[in-house]
């Protein structure tokens, strides 16, 4: 009831004329600003006067590290405090006397600070920064350090970290990915989490504004050295942007935080059936007042894809497709990324920052495809085959200020960021169409296919958060965004031996978007309760316009996105978390795009210009017990589904792979997250994640659609301590069949693992992987369209090994800062 009561009220705000959608829209900014404006005043409660920072082993900050403040005297405990995001704890103390205090973490040894003492109540004293230490134990003759699990649970978040795995070395972040619990990465690169598409990637808080195969391209590129920790937010806050309705993916990359002049190399080489292998630099450099940082990554890479499709198309009689190709495709990557902090004092830090890439690449296919009355009888065959050659630049700027308002950790942050992008996609296309016999149909037919293609990206955000109180805290922001997308279809075909333009499938395709938001949260603690409420504003504007067809497509629409967060400790042992969102997934700049891409005349791809954002509403229950093991349940409803359909043309006989707004999708999932420590050598790390995902369509392409399944994803790292120094992991994955939409997906499965050791007095490592040991990592789909009987094998180059060697080099001094960016939403949609 709840649920209809709110579609119902969001419906009729998308029913206000522009002028009063303009009001509304005023109004959510002057809350926002009064919340603000409120929260200078708002000091009635004590501000900590004894404050101090927790840092771990590598000079980072501690969340969540429980510090305790002591009466020197007798020993007595006066307050207790959890250190915040950035390692900070606080304490307001009013009676005069000595303290000190005692930090802990998991994993770490019990610090204790100095003893200080309060002659004031209204004095300030600062503690200072701590540096915690992991803590150890030996067996035999070995030494077993406690690292940071393989996964985490936080409060609103899970986090894998990649770079306590020998497995995820010399990898590339999207194979990274397909490690994750309850993260499906499928044969052509799409993925999803809980069972559901429409991810929102992002790369160190900032959305990357890419269509999902840029995405897919970008991921690929980046390599596993360059990422600290994956996070996986199925219910973000309101701070974050409202696109993804499965969640957000957060790759953080590593950042040195030591002072000094720093660094790192790593190589990796790797073999399956073809070779690839990286390089990359990585350079650090700071002083009292100044932090220079940058890095770069090259690499080469081989992959091969085999594909074969049976289908049949209805008709008088029916005919029988029987087709096989195999591809290979060589790139070459060049990543980099270059910044400055400029440290204006020690609460105001100003930086710019810049990273890109320019990619190259090629791919060949051959295709054949038989045809006949059935699969046993072939009365004509088609070979195809093609050549592309793929460039693609993006270069990325972003300014950036901070500044830290007062102890208790309200600080405002401000980003201006510019991302310009250009590809460009030539193909060369030949088909030959045969008798049986081997003699011609027709002759053979050439085409081929420029497109160039520029994206322009723009955007501005402000976040402002102050601690009203010592329990509440008031978030609050602004941000905007300008997208331009230009994409120009250039099909020639070759007549008589002159290249002529092909005015069917030339086209262009200019789509703008604006996306402006307005957020604010409110959270307050309790003794054992915290909540938190937030509210996010978005105003859309877009702009499609099909060019050569004068077709435009020319949207304005208005939406909130409410959040709720509560965390109950039960115990000690013993923590709840409740959290509900409402989200949107607007549609990618290459769903939209309507160009015709032909894999041979029977099989095509085209984009759809009138697809409408898809809105879904989340609510999830966690259960977390001694901060190791994690059960979530969660239940979401998705109106207008965006989905990848695979549909029949009857009046060429060919199938085409399109978007389209499916009514609705509803799906319940649960995950369970088991760590074990089997023995004092070996732990075990198992993620089970059980979904159910339903999809029904009262018309669609003219036939109604309704499926419904219970699917499941196993994931389990075994790691193993062998010698000091010297370690081993082995890795697992099932998933079982899966219904998506239009199709019906088979079980897979695959087995990876990895041998490491330390050299160098730990400055250097050399590690060996093997990724899908037995080769059996593919994909096999059906579709659930009603009358279309079709059949697909899909198998990419999976098995290989690799080698990897890593060295630290110079001298580390004291923390540095680390810098994100601000458009990293708005990236999440190109092509790279």
């Known amino acids: 009831m709840k649920h209809a009561l709110w579609e119902l009220f969001c419906l009729d705000f998308l029913k206000l004329k522009p002028k009063q959608m303009r009001i509304l829209y005023k109004i959510s900014f002057i809350i926002i600003a009064a919340f603000s404006s409120v929260s200078l005043f708002a000091q009635t409660s004590p501000k900590p006067n004894l404050t101090g920072i927790i840092l771990d082993e590598h000079k980072k900050p501690v969340d969540y590290a429980t510090v305790v403040l002591y009466k020197a005297a007798d020993s007595s405990i006066v307050k207790t405090s959890f250190t915040d995001q950035n390692g900070i704890f606080g304490f307001a103390v ?58 985490e649970r936080k409060m609103d978040r899970v986090v894998m970290n990649v770079s306590t795995s020998t497995i995820m070395t010399g990898s590339s972040a999207l ?27 992002q790369i160190d808080g900032k959305q990357t504004y890419m269509s999902s195969a840029d995405v897919a391209n970008l991921l690929r590129n980046m390599q596993s050295s360059e990422i600290e920790t994956i996070e996986l937010i199925t219910n973000p806050s309101s701070k974050y942007d409202a696109a993804g309705n499965s969640g957000i993916i957060n790759i953080k990359t590593k950042k040195n935080k030591a002072g000094g002049t720093n ?34 990554n090259y690499g080469k890479t081989t992959r091969e894809n085999f594909i074969m499709i049976d289908r049949v198309s209805n008709g008088t009689p029916d005919t029988y497709f029987m087709q096989s190709g195999l591809s290979l495709r060589k790139q070459q990557n060049n990543n980099f990324k270059a910044g400055l902090d400029y440290f204006i004092d020690k609460n105001n830090t100003i930086g710019v920052l810049v990273n890109g890439y320019f990619n190259r690449g090629t791919e060949t296919t051959n295709n054949n495809t038989l045809i006949g009355t059935s699969f046993q009888k072939v009365d004509s065959t088609l070979a195809s085959s093609s050549l592309q050659n793929n460039k693609y630049n993006n270069i990325s700027y972003n300014l950036n200020y901070k500044s830290v308002l007062d102890t208790a950790g309200s600080e405002i942050s401000a980003d201006f960021d510019y991302s310009k992008y250009n590809g460009n996609d030539g193909s060369e296309y030949v088909n030959d169409y ?15 296919n420029g497109t160039p293609s520029k994206i322009d990206i723009k955007a ?15 978030e609050a922001g602004l941000k905007s965004s300008w997208v331009k997308t230009d994409n120009d279809l250039q099909a020639e075909e070759l007549v008589n031996n002159v290249w002529q333009n092909d005015v069917r499938r030339s ?38 316009n099909l060019v050569t067809t004068n077709t435009v497509v020319d949207r304005h629409y208005f939406d909130f996105f409410p959040t709720l967060f509560v965390q109950q400790t039960l115990s000690k042992n013993n923590q709840l978390g409740f959290s509900y969102s409402r989200r949107i997934d607007r549609p990618s700049y290459d769903a939209l795009n309507p160009f015709v891409y032909y894999l041979d005349q029977y099989t095509y791809s085209k984009g759809n210009p009138f697809l ?35 549909l029949p043309d009857e009046a060429q006989k060919a199938l085409y792979q399109t978007n389209e707004n499916i009514a609705k999708n509803i799906s319940y999932n649960a995950n369970l997250n088991i760590p074990i420590q089997i023995t004092k050598w070996w732990q075990a790390n198992n993620n089970l994640n059980v979904f159910y995902l339903s999809f029904e369509a009262p018309d669609l392409a003219g036939s109604a659609l309704k499926t419904g399944k219970t699917s499941f994803q196993f994931k389990s790292q075994q790691s193993f301590t062998i010698a000091s120094g010297l370690t081993a992991e082995l890795n697992g994955n099932y998933e079982s069949p899966l219904d998506y939409g239009t199709l019906s997906i088979r079980s897979n499965y695959s087995i990876d693992a990895g041998l490491s050791k330390t ?64 458009s990293e939403a708005e990236q999440n949609r190109m092509k790279n």
């Open 94 to 151: 009013n009676t005069e006397g000595n303290y000190f205090y005692k930090a802990s973490n998991m994993g770490y040894n019990t610090f204790k600070s100095k003893t200080i003492t309060l002659t004031d109540k209204n004095q300030k004293v600062d503690f200072g920064s701590a540096q915690l230490v992991s803590s150890t134990q030996n067996l035999k003759e070995v030494s077993i350090a406690v690292t940071k699990p393989f996964i």
């Open 175 to 201: 194979e990274v990915l397909q490690k994750a619990p309850g993260v499906s990465v499928d044969q052509n690169d799409r993925i999803s989490m809980q069972g559901k598409q429409g991810v929102l990637i």
């Open 263 to 296: 660094g790192s190399l790593n190589a990796t080489a790797g073999y399956g059936k073809n070779f690839r292998g990286n390089t990359g630099l990585n350079l650090n450099h700071r002083t009292k007042k100044l932090n220079l940082f940058g890095n770069y």
């Open 434 to 448: 045969m008798f049986a016999n081997g003699n011609r149909i027709r002759p053979i037919n050439y085409t081929r």
């Open 460 to 474: 501005f955000k402000v976040d402002y958060n102050v601690a009203l109180s010592k329990t509440i805290k008031l």
């Open 507 to 544: 086209n262009q395709f200019i789509y703008d978007e604006n996306v402006n938001a307005a957020y604010t949260n409110i959270n307050k603690k309790f003794k054992n309760t915290s909540i938190q409420l937030g509210l996010r504003v978005e105003q859309t504007n877009s702009k499609g």
């Open 612 to 646: 409408k954002p898809q809105y879904t509403n989340n609510v999830e229950l966690s259960y977390t017990f001694m901060q190791r093991y994690m059960l979530s349940l969660g239940y979401s409803r998705t109106n207008d589904v965006i989905a990848e359909v695979i």
């Open 759 to 822: 050299m160098f007095k730990k400055k250097g490592s050399l590690k060996f992987a093997l990724s899908d040991i037995f080769n059996t990592s593919e994909t096999n789909l059906t579709s659930t369209y009603p009358g279309l009987n079709y059949n697909l094998h899909q198998k990419n180059e999976s098995r290989f090994g690799r080698i990897t060697f890593t060295y630290r080099f110079g001298k580390e001094i004291k923390p540095a800062r680390r810098r994100s960016t601000g």
